[in-house]
C-alpha cells in the first residue's frame, strides 16, 4: 500500500482516510476546458482498486449556474502497474468535440 501512496501523491492524487478506516485518493486535474475528466478518484476493493473518472461541466440555469457530471466511467483493475498506465494516460486526454459526444 505504501508504493500505491507514492505513486498516487507523485500523480498529484490527495489521501482521504474516512472514520472507518476505509481510504479513497482523489484528483482534480483542471478546468473542464483543458482536460476531458475533472475528478479522478481510486478505492482499494479487496485486491483490486476501482478508478472512477467523472467529467463535470457548468451549465446555466435559469437563475443560477449548475455544475453537472455529464459523463462518468467506472473501472476495476487488478494490476497496479495497469492503473497507474491507465491514469496517466486518461488524466493527458483533452476534450474535443467528438470525444465528449461519442466515447
Not at 435559469?62 to 496517466?88: D, F, P, Q
Amino acid at each position: 500500500m505504501q508504493d500505491l501512496d507514492h505513486q498516487l501523491k507523485d500523480l498529484g492524487f490527495d489521501k482521504e482516510k474516512k472514520e472507518d478506516g476505509s481510504v479513497k485518493y482523489f484528483l482534480f486535474p483542471g478546468d473542464s476546458n483543458k482536460v476531458l475528466w475533472t475528478q479522478i478518484s481510486v478505492t482499494p476493493v479487496g485486491d483490486a482498486w476501482q478508478v472512477t473518472y467523472a467529467r463535470s461541466e457548468n451549465q446555466v440555469g435559469l437563475w443560477k449556474v449548475y455544475s453537472v457530471v455529464t459523463k462518468i466511467e467506472v473501472r476495476v483493475i487488478s494490476k497496479m502497474k495497469v492503473m497507474i498506465a491507465e491514469i496517466t494516460d486518461e488524466k493527458s486526454k483533452t476534450p474535443d468535440f467528438l470525444r465528449c459526444l461519442c466515447s
